[in-house]
């Protein structure tokens, strides 16, 4: 069983950066890429990037392609979320999630959340403007 710990959110000013950290543990994990995501209030969780642990394959959507970067430590096990130039649109919480295949990851389903089985706790950014 995989779990996830993030860390790293909190309160930035419009404009600045954040690192988001993602540890993971349990079984079996590296076989398979990370995701991020993001659920601000009343919105529905919403797909920012993945990566594949393997060759750090990743992919964006387009709103944060630029501003974010997502990048793997393996040696320990950690996925990061690199948030430059921060807006206030960006507050929400952040989760990590576990459990995108190789082949899910090439496709759209790495934008549905159904398609990972492990969560993080998750951390909240929250941007001033």
């Known amino acids: 069983q995989v779990q996830l710990v993030e860390s790293g959110g909190g309160l930035v000013q419009a404009g600045g950066s954040l690192r988001l950290s993602c540890v993971a543990s349990?079984?079996?994990?590296?076989?398979?890429?990370m995701g991020w995501f993001r659920q601000a209030p009343g919105k529905e969780r919403e797909f920012l990037a993945a990566?594949?642990?393997?060759?750090?394959?990743?992919f964006y959507i387009d709103s944060v392609k630029g501003r974010y970067t997502v990048s793997r430590d393996s040696a320990k096990s950690t996925v990061y979320l690199q948030m430059n130039s921060l807006k206030f649109e960006d507050t929400a919480v952040y989760y990590c999630?576990?459990?995108?295949?190789?082949?899910?990851?090439?496709?759209?389903?790495?934008?549905?959340?159904?398609?990972?089985?492990?969560w993080g706790q998750g951390t909240q950014v929250t941007v001033s403007s």
């Open positions: 999630a576990a459990g995108l295949s190789s082949r899910e990851l090439i496709t759209a389903q790495r934008l549905r959340t159904v398609t990972y089985n492990t």
């Open positions: 349990g079984s079996s994990f590296s076989n398979y890429a």
């Open positions: 990566i594949s642990w393997s060759y750090g394959v990743t």
